[in-house]
């Protein structure tokens, strides 16, 4: 076990493929969580559930144990072994994931998909720390951004693969399914992705045996931190909203095609995993590797591609919504499909490099904290209730006008992104001088 880890790991190209090890784990939660979206309308038809229950069951059910349970794990994360935490967290949300096949009521559902909540709230955090010692702040929002496309990859096995098994084999078969790679996902991490030794890719930081077996702050000292930065004020309002946005229309897409459109499951699974997949792929790669090249010219570029990207797909993303041809429809989504993820590797390559070494995780965490509670929270669950509401005025078109209420939002999400970008370089510079200082001092003789 130890000799398969140290060999891969005196390869040249190891740390890419722990980067790519991650973006599977990434990828097979993505799958886990998001094949809700696909499913919704035949889980709704058996269960005898309304929009605002799905979209409960969809949102908050999962939402608060996530994002909750993943702070005291993100803590435990900044001081032990991350590549273990993850491998339990894989387990669990992927065992959940099966079980989820065999509820036998909505309560049963809910309650196995609290399961994968919890399981997934152990993964994402550690991810960004490792990742964030395997390479120096240049290139680490492309490596971000490789690791984001977990995102988009998982949507597109759950939408096109979801979509087919769901039509030939139903909705139960269907998590079954989908739950058994993470298992196996879990063993490669384990066996063959070592625990990299904190800070060691960040040249400013002075790393000494002091600072890689100091203790971590604790919750209020890393909340604090991330509330007295500037920068990170902005970029948790705007990462939060983004996934409010981002949340709503993955969860409820699926269903508008199918109502709007007249789509079967198997079409519109193909759609959107070509468009949230291949498409979105593209747009999440190219945001953080992107904001690597222009932030060489300027730093403050690493959160304005954010916000022109998330402003300027607006009008794009409100006419896809209004109109009623099908063509036309995919024509104006290929942009907000292009740039709808924009957002995730620069605000995560960020975070890890506003805070210190021993607190990555943990801030981390309190952003996904943030991002998850409001957007996987409350983005669903608010679409559900507008269409609800819009449904004695618009019948089956009521969830259509709810995705143009949401797609408005993103220009609030825009501004956070570019006020984020003012004091963007002072933070960085005082965050680099606070580690170097840190670490000189922690060599000093007592």
Known sequence: MQTIRSRLESRPW??????????A??????????????????????????DTQMGFLVGLTFAIFY???????????????????ITAAISIWSAMTVLCGYAASF?????????VGVGEAGSTPPSHSIIADLFPPERRGTAMGVFALGVNIGLLIAYLAGGWLSENYGWRMTFVIVGVPGLLIAAVLYFTVSEPS??????????????????????????????RVRSIRHLCLGSALAG????????????????SHGLSPTEVGLILALMTGVVGSLGTFTAGRLTDVLSERDIRWRTWVVALGKGGYVPFLAAS????????FLILYLFPAFFGGFYLAPTFSLIQGLVSLRMRALASSITLFVLNIIGMGFGPQLVGILSDYFAPEYGQHSLRMALIVLSVLNLWCAYHYFTAGRTLEKDLNDQQG?????????RQPA
């Not at 784990?25 to 979206?37: G, W």
Request: net charge positive.
């Open 14 to 23: 190891y740390r890419w493929y722990a980067v790519g090890v991650l973006t």
């Open 321 to 328: 919504l209004w109109v009623d041809d099908l063509t036309l």
């Open 107 to 115: 309560f049963q559902l809910a309650l196995a998909r609290i399961g």
């Open 25 to 50: 784990v990434y990828a097979s939660s993505q799958v886990d969580r998001q094949i809700m979206a696909i499913l919704l309308e035949p889980i709704k038809t058996e269960l005898g559930a309304s």
């Open 244 to 259: 409010f946005i981002g949340y709503g229309f993955v969860l409820w897409m699926p269903s508008f095609l199918i109502r």
């Open 198 to 227: 904190r800070g060691g890719a960040d040249a400013k930081a002075v790393v000494s045996t002091a600072t890689e077996k100091g203790s971590a702050p604790g919750f209020g000292s890393v909340a604090r931190h991330m509330w």
């Open 67 to 85: 994002a909750t349970l993943g702070m005291p794990i993100a803590m435990l994360a900044d001081r032990t072994n991350r590549r273990n935490i």
């Open 434 to 442: 606070s580690d170097l200082s840190g670490s000189v001092a922690a």
